[in-house]
């Protein structure tokens, strides 16, 4: 048996949470086209004939300024130490930005391997794909690279068959039953949040925040959801709204749906929009929001 931590760990946007999600064969982490979806890290188990992968999926690393955007840094930097071996994630053509000092630097702390997974092959030229691997390759020593695209699963076998070669011999860490070890009340959170990601703009998903404060199953069998959404500033409460209610209802739908499929139950839920003022900005306001470091 082998068996290992797999930290996923690059820019926001790369890729991260689709790679995991397409090897646990389950969404456990939310992905959306926006930028610094994944605030939080989120286990993903694969488990194969004679090997269990626990993959770690983190918070994109950039140039963070308020309390919250440091926060999620500090939680995919804090989220590679001590896993047995860790991919980067980078987009094919991306530039290297300042942010790589820092993802290096974290690199270099921890003696193990490293792979350079380059994503999103299926939207870039060979051109640059070579060029994304020859300015990586100046930069670090990576073990291994691969070209991948975690969307149509090119390559991932691949990268797989090769993550197994590096594990070593181990116990299992979770039940085969277990894909997560996130709660439900935060799985039916990030839920509601990507809904939010998906259907507001500007800063405003940004500034959201999603608590279930109820989760309580009816004696009906359905399952009674209360979620309440922070936002920093009254104005944004009215956009969550909208007129007449349209958004939160089209938020709550949205959600409702998925949140059903994943409990294979019929749900009602409840969605309350709160304004924390400046949440973002402060740390004590990001406790109270469940905004704290793993262990
Ligand atoms: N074309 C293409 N798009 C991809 C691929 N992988 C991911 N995407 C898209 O890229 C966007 C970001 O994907 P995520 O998985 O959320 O990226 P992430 O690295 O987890 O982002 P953060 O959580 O913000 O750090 C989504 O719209 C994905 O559908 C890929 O291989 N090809
Ligand atoms: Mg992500």
Known sequence: MKSGLVALIGRPNVGKSTLMNYIVGSKVSIV??????????ILGVKNLEGAQIVFVDTPGVHQAKSALNKYMVEVAIKSIEGVDLIYLMVEAGDYIGEEYNFIFDALKKQNVPVFLVINKIDKHSKEEIDKTEEDFAKLFEFKEVFRISALRGQNVDKLLE?????????PEYF????????????????????KLFLNLRKELPYSSAVNVEELKERENGMLYVRAVISVAKNSQKGIVIGQNGKMIKKIGKDARMEIQEMVKSPVYL????RVEEDWPK???????????LPD
């Open 270 to 273: 409840e969605l309350f929009v």
């Open 162 to 170: 090769k993550t197994i070669e590096y594990l070593k011999e181990g």
């Open 175 to 194: 039940p085969r039953d277990v894909i997560t070890d996130i709660p439900l009340a935060l799985a039916i959170a990030e839920i509601i949040r990507e």
């Open 32 to 41: 959306t086209p926006k930028p610094q979806t994944t605030r939080f890290r």
């Open 282 to 292: 402060f740390e004590s306001k990001l406790k109270k929001l469940g905004y704290v």
